[in-house]
């Protein structure tokens, strides 16, 4: 949603799609029923603001596909929200549930506002208008919702709150992404990011490269780029630069130290938004450098965790010969033009909707273990998560192998291949 007016999404998510149902030769019809949504759901929410007046928020929410199960998917509450939007990130959603092989389907949800500028009332309000005008739609056998782009898990609470009092019965499962003690999973925080490095793990195995004789570069320092800065030193790496954000100067920066940055330090200089203070970086003796120098750095991997958009036509020329993998741990990090280039270097691509489906994995954890109402240990959610991860990622990286397909197509095929077989198997298309 930081693109600009011209950019959409959902354009996009078609055009990839289309590419590879002409490599799957799949029908017309199957192809017209994938193309969009099942379902889509607009309303206004009237809220009566904290100063007497009454204000209406539009509110969404699409379901691609089910044909795997419930639709599963975060909601964001954001100013620039848009249907295209939130209907690219409900496709993405199914492919990505396919990916993990999760029996779960795609959708996504929003509501056009600023948490920036809404006191915690209401939030509240929105949130539990968001589920009166779909409580009939979603639920645990249904459609899942999730925390997305400024939605946390106290709006989470809310929103179940709501759908349980209409349902009249506990339902902790119809709502993932809540605290942990309030029906949230264990391993939650770590999942995305650990996600990501079990993937680039298995790739390391594959490619025969020692991961204690790698460097890495992370764009961004949030949820994301953290954990997987923290499992990929556990396997011995060496993070050399990480990129972030200044909320004081409003300004992006790298900051890199040849001898590996140290994540216990850097988080103590980071703000709840994964923003890091520049002058404290350089009194810990770190090198500044600007924020899109992260891209240019000499090392075997490059990990973007931070937005969509950032690997461009303008800036791939950049990336060093050195560098043998990218991680895509945040979703679309990569523009189309930029992934021709990549394909044609020979880069190994780990593609974001199977390097970050850790989440959506541990979400449906989380709804595992409320339907069971049987919470299990943090061990045992993180193993259970590489196996699904390590499984996944193999599931992809043979087709690739034995297809001759740049990895993200073979993701993509193996994600349409299961959803389009679920429709058919169905006997919908
Ligand atoms: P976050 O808000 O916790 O962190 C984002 C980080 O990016 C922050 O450190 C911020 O300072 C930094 N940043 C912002 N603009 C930047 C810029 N221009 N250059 C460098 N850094 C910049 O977000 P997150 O949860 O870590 O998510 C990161 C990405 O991963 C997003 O694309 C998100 O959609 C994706 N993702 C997240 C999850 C999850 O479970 N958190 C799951 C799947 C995908």
Redesign the pocket.
């Known amino acids: 949603m930081t693109q600009d007016a011209s950019f959409n999404p959902f354009a996009m998510a078609r055009s990839q799609f289309d590419k590879i149902a002409d490599l799957l030769a799949l029908d017309q019809g199957t192809r017209d029923f994938l193309r969009s949504p099942q379902r889509e759901y607009h309303f206004t929410i009237p809220v009566r603001m904290d100063d007497g007046q009454v204000q209406v928020f539009q509110g969404f929410r699409v379901q691609h596909n089910d044909a795997r199960g419930p639709a599963k998917g975060g909601i964001r509450f954001h100013p620039q929200e848009t249907i295209d939007t939130v209907r690219a990130l409900a496709m993405w959603m199914t492919w990505k549930c396919a990916v993990a092989d999760i029996p779960l389907g795609g959708g996504k949800g929003g509501v056009i506002c600023d948490p920036h500028n809404l006191s915690a009332r209401e939030q509240e309000a929105i949130c539990r208008g968001w589920i009166r005008q779909l409580a009939r739609n979603i639920g645990p056998v249904a459609d899942v919702p999730a925390p997305d782009v400024m939605t946390n898990p106290q709006h989470m609470l809310w929103m179940l709150d709501e759908y349980e009092v209409l349902s009249g019965g506990h339902y902790p499962g119809a709502i993932t992404g809540k605290p942990v003690g309030m029906g949230g999973s264990l391993g939650r925080t770590e999942?995305?990011g650990y996600g990501v490095i079990y993937c680039l793990r298995e790739a390391l195995v594959e490619l025969g490269i020692d991961p204690a004789a790698t460097t890495a570069s992370v764009?961004?320092?949030?949820?994301?780029?953290q954990y997987a800065i923290d499992l990929y030193h556990q396997l011995g790496g060496k993070v050399v630069c990480v990129?972030?954000?200044d909320q004081a100067e409003q300004t992006?920066f790298a900051f890199a130290r040849p001898e590996g940055v140290d994540l216990a330090e850097l988080r103590g200089m980071t703000d709840r938004?994964?923003?890091i203070d520049k002058g404290k970086t350089e009194a810990a003796g770190y090198t500044v450098l600007p924020?899109d120098k992260w891209i240019d750095q000499e090392v075997d991997i490059l990990i973007p965790?931070?937005?969509?958009n950032q690997i461009t036509s303008e800036n791939v020329g950049r990336i060093s010969a050195k560098v043998k993998i990218i991680a895509e741990?945040?979703?679309g990090p990569t523009t189309p033009g930029a992934d021709k280039v990549i394909a044609e270097r020979g880069i190994f691509v780990i593609p974001d909707f199977l390097a970050?489906a850790g989440?959506v994995t541990c979400s449906y954890f989380e709804q595992v273990q409320c339907n069971m109402n049987y919470f299990w240990e943090k061990d045992d959610v993180l193993s259970r998560l590489d196996n699904k991860m390590t499984a996944a990622y193999h599931s992809i990286s043979r087709l690739a192998a034995k297809r001759k397909l740049y990895m993200r197509d073979a993701a993509y095929v193996v994600a349409i291949d299961r959803v389009a077989a679920g429709c058919r198997d169905r006997g919908w298309v």
Not at 305 to 308: D, F, I, M, V, Y
């Open positions: 999942a995305t764009q961004g320092f949030g949820n994301v780029a990129s972030s954000w992006t938004f994964g923003g924020g965790a931070a937005l969509e741990g945040a979703n970050n989440g």
